[in-house]
């Protein structure tokens, strides 16, 4: 199946009258907007052609229902005071946009050179990006979300399954609560992950929904580490970055890594 044909796939099973669809085939996209409010989701159609390509019809009722959570949740008024608890950071590329489609600021701080955080609002199956006119009619300010923020990340479980190739440990946090990516930002659990590592320690946020900790020990580590880093970016529904990161002194590098051979970008 080509993206064309999952575009047209996809707005089949969602079919309504005030949804309209949009396929972009340069960019490999699909826009669901609704007509009277002009909000709307894009998805991006090769990383849902993958998960196809594994989990064939699950796959597709997994993107059709994230859409439809996120058009309905577009609907609704929402407030932060008394939600303190469910306003959390959110990991995105730093292609993500800036403001929504009305124009209106997102807030956002930079993280890396490939990563930016934005904040949410968790609603149960799906969130709000938090933007400046819901601090604004609150009355709340940006520091404030953000230590909030920082705080429920920390407070998050982290389970952490283990496994071992070529004498390379790799460590996966993958809860799929939405907020996999954003434990990157747990100062405290990756400080304890380095107390375990004994040779390079080097992090992968492929997607939202992923968080990789590798212990390095030799060159089929780092080749190990690409392949599954392009392969969970592939099969995203919101793709965060190929690249990995170096992890030293509480500091997070970008880095390149092909094949056997490994450099900073």
């Known amino acids: ?13 969602l079919a309504r009258e ?9 960019k490999d996209t699909l826009r669901i907007e609704d007509s009277q409010t002009k909000k709307g989701v894009t998805v991006s159609l090769p990383g849902i052609i993958a998960k196809w390509q594994e989990k064939q019809e699950e796959a597709l009722q997994e993107v059709v229902y994230y859409i439809e959570q996120a058009l309905h949740t577009m609907h609704e008024a929402y407030t932060l005071s008394g939600k303190e608890k469910d306003i959390y ?27 930016r955080i934005y904040y949410a609002l968790d609603l149960g199956n799906t969130y709000r990006l938090i933007d400046k006119t819901l601090i604004e009619q609150e009355n709340w300010d940006v ?30 946090v993958n809860t799929n609560d ?11 659990f990756l400080e304890e992950m380095a107390q375990k590592i ?20 030799n060159e ?24 990995s990161f170096l992890y030293e002194n509480g500091e997070l590098e970008p880095v390149f890594i092909l094949g056997k051979n490994k450099g900073k970008q």
């Not at 800036?98 to 890396?112: A, F, N, Q, S």
């Open 18 to 26: 005030e949804w309209t669809f949009q396929f972009d085939s340069k």
């Open 198 to 217: 004994t040779g390079t320690m080097v992090l992968a946020v492929p997607h939202q929904d992923v968080l990789v900790v590798a212990d390095i020990q």
């Open 89 to 115: 950071p959110v990991i995105r590329s730093t292609s993500f946009p800036t403001e929504t489609k009305d124009g209106i600021p997102l807030i956002y701080e930079e993280h890396t050179a490939e990563t």
């Open 178 to 188: 939405g907020y996999d990516a954003s434990r990157i930002l747990n100062d405290r």
């Open 143 to 172: 520091h404030q979300i953000k230590e909030i923020a920082r705080f429920n990340i920390r407070s998050l479980e982290t389970p952490v399954k283990e496994d071992e190739v070529a004498g390379n440990r790799f460590y996966f």
């Open 220 to 243: 089929t580590g780092y080749d190990v580490l690409a392949q599954l880093t392009m392969s969970f970016f592939a099969s995203g529904h919101v793709p965060v970055t190929a690249l």
């Open 1 to 13: 199946m080509d993206s064309k044909q999952m575009a047209k796939e996809i707005e089949k099973r």
